[in-house]
């Protein structure tokens, strides 16, 4: 390794410009932001206000209860799904690197794009899946009923990100040395005790990981909603994100809008510092 | 065959059958798309999922239909040039990364990572102020900066990854041959490390491509939103009567992505373990 004083930090210098430039400012004026009221282009200074409409806004609290609604659903299908997949995967299949790019395909499509397939998917009387599933809820048109629209973003979402939870997962998996199974295999351990005692422990850090990044992505989740259900019907799926981006671009209620956007932010803050938590007694294992 | 070998044999069987049966699932939506992408115009929905008369006119309609050659275009021009200025900030940091120990290291690596992590979505509406100040909105240096910036974290490490597998040695010989450091980064590490920075470069074109959310916000004149953003708009207008076109424009806008995917999926793939896992 060579040592040199002012060239490796030359060499850094274009890239944190850009994090600094459009990355960190931007979150930080957005602090600003939040303490003024914004009204055509004019700002005016009125501190703590905008949290304190927030906090007692029943929009507010609705949307927030829709997101964890959201989140919890999404996390636990999308984990479940993943958890089976990468256990099948691990078996080292012949073709499993097919099978893994097909699956992997919905996660390289726009949001926009998946929403507007999804849509169409339950579209009254003509959708597939509305025709498959709908007469099990009663012939009711999904998309138009609260639950039923919640369900579809939840699924679509799921869809979506399914395939990359399964590769972390995977690559948890394989981690783990083939004689720790065979030791257990010799002291006779089942399958299921054998997932439970031997498999667990060794992944349970990736898991923890993975279901902290994915609370971090159903926060911010947005593209799929707009696509699907733009909140609807009547505000039953405006999550935390929709109300943000309805206040800004429709309201114009940009100091509002900003103050919504730090609070999202800061509970994007603590599930981060949780994450490097995990990261750090992940990578701490791995080293032992 | 002895039970035990039959049974392996049978559960290997189910597994694939499985396997294959959820990757023909997973990529359902992408063939019901395709499909009545190929439907006759104003027959874009109906009951059944291939369709009975096959169309193949409605991608020359698109591309007559409102601006979405210009969204292209756009789309085009946004995505290659983020992604051209990711490549060329995060190699350059990557490789300070990878061959230099310095003060302060660790804490500016840990940075990068605290890059990743912020949201892009809680940004928007400072971004949006920023931009409208500066009379930046719906301009291409704008996306392109914000593109290239979202990209720079995860390019960063991916980087550093190709840089750190390359033998120190060359650049060791190159040095005593008297090139200069900037000079053996261009001449000798760069061209060695080609594949790798290609695939970073279409692996950040594939996001900023996809990317609704940002265009959405800042770029709202008709002439400037890309292809995504103008999906959006089509989907008010289209759906319920024109199906067979909004399919269409899907098709077109999955298909870059689709192909680049299949063609680098193993660093596709490797990136994103690295990226959320390693870190």
Same mark, same amino acid.
């Given at each position: 390794m060579r040592q040199s004083r002012v060239y490796p930090y030359l060499l850094l210098a274009p890239a944190f410009f850009l994090m600094f430039a459009v990355t960190l400012y931007p979150t930080l004026y957005s602090l600003y932001l939040s303490l003024n009221k914004i009204e055509k282009g004019r700002m005016t200074f009125i501190g703590l206000k905008n949290f304190q409409t927030i906090l007692g806004s029943s929009d507010f609290w609705e949307s927030l209860r829709l997101t964890l609604i959201f989140g919890f659903f999404y996390i636990t299908l999308t984990l479940a799904f993943a958890f089976v997949m990468a256990l099948l995967f691990?078996?080292?299949?012949?073709f499993g690197g097919i099978y893994m790019t097909l699956i992997f395909i919905p996660w390289v499509l726009s949001d926009i794009v998946s929403g507007v397939v999804w849509r169409w998917m339950f #579209?009254? &009387? #003509?959708?597939v899946l509305q025709n498959l599933i709908g007469p099990l809820f009663g &012939?009711? =048109?999904?998309?138009? =009923?609260p639950a039923g629209a919640m369900g579809i973003v939840v699924a679509a979402s799921t869809w979506r990100a399914m395939a990359y939870v399964m590769l972390l997962l995977l690559a948890g998996l394989q981690t783990i040395p083939r004689d720790v199974y065979e030791a257990g295999a010799i002291d006779g351990s089942t399958g299921w005790q054998a997932f439970w005692h031997l498999t667990w422990p060794l992944i349970r850090p990736v898991t923890l990981v993975v279901i902290v990044l994915l609370s971090i992505e159903s926060i911010n989740a947005i593209g799929m909603f707009l696509a699907i259900t733009e909140g609807g019907p009547g505000r039953s799926t405006e999550v935390l994100s929709l109300h943000m981006w309805r206040e800004a671009l429709?309201?114009?209620?940009f100091g509002y809008g900003a103050a919504l956007a730090v609070v999202m932010f800061f509970i994007n803050l603590v599930l981060g510092v949780v994450y490097l938590r995990f990261m750090q007694t992940e990578s701490s294992l791995g080293a032992a | 065959m002895t039970i035990a070998g039959k049974r392996i044999k049978v559960q290997g069987l189910v597994i694939n059958l499985v396997l294959l049966t959820t990757s023909l699932i997973f990529i359902f939506p992408v063939f019901y798309a395709v499909m009545t992408s190929f439907r006759e115009p104003g027959y874009g929905?109906?009951? *059944? /999922? /291939?369709?009975k008369v096959w169309f193949f006119g409605n991608y020359e309609r698109l591309f007559h239909y409102g601006r979405f050659p210009r969204y292209v275009l756009n789309s085009t021009i946004n995505a290659l040039g983020g992604s051209l200025l990711t490549c060329l900030t995060a190699s350059l940091a990557g490789y300070s990364f990878a061959r230099f120990r310095f003060r302060g290291r660790g804490f500016l690596m840990a940075f990068v990572l605290a890059m990743m992590m912020l949201p892009a979505l809680t940004n928007l509406i400072p971004l949006y102020k920023l931009a409208s100040d500066l009379k930046l909105l719906n301009t291409y240096p704008l996306m392109i900066t914000i593109f290239g910036a979202y990209g720079v974290p995860l390019s960063i490490w991916i980087m550093k990854g190709f840089f750190d597998s390359i033998p120190v040695s060359l650049e060791e010989a190159a040095a005593i041959d008297g090139a200069t450091p900037l000079g053996t980064f261009f001449r000798v590490v760069l061209p060695i490390s080609a594949p790798g920075l290609l695939a970073t470069f279409l692996i950040n074109f594939v996001f900023n491509w996809n990317n609704f959310i940002m265009p959405l916000f800042m770029l709202t004149r008709s002439e400037m939103k890309m292809a995504t953003v103008g999906l959006f708009d089509f989907q008010h207008a289209l *759906?319920?009567?024109q199906d067979e076109l909004l399919a269409a424009a899907c098709v077109v806008i999955m298909t870059p992505a689709i192909v680049l995917f299949i063609a680098l999926r193993k660093y596709f793939l490797q990136g994103m373990v690295e990226g959320a896992v390693k870190g």
């Open positions: 691990n078996r080292g299949l012949r #579209y009254r &009387d #003509y959708g &012939d009711k =048109t999904l998309i138009n =009923t429709q309201f114009f209620h | 929905l109906t009951r *059944e /999922i /291939i369709p *759906e319920g009567n």
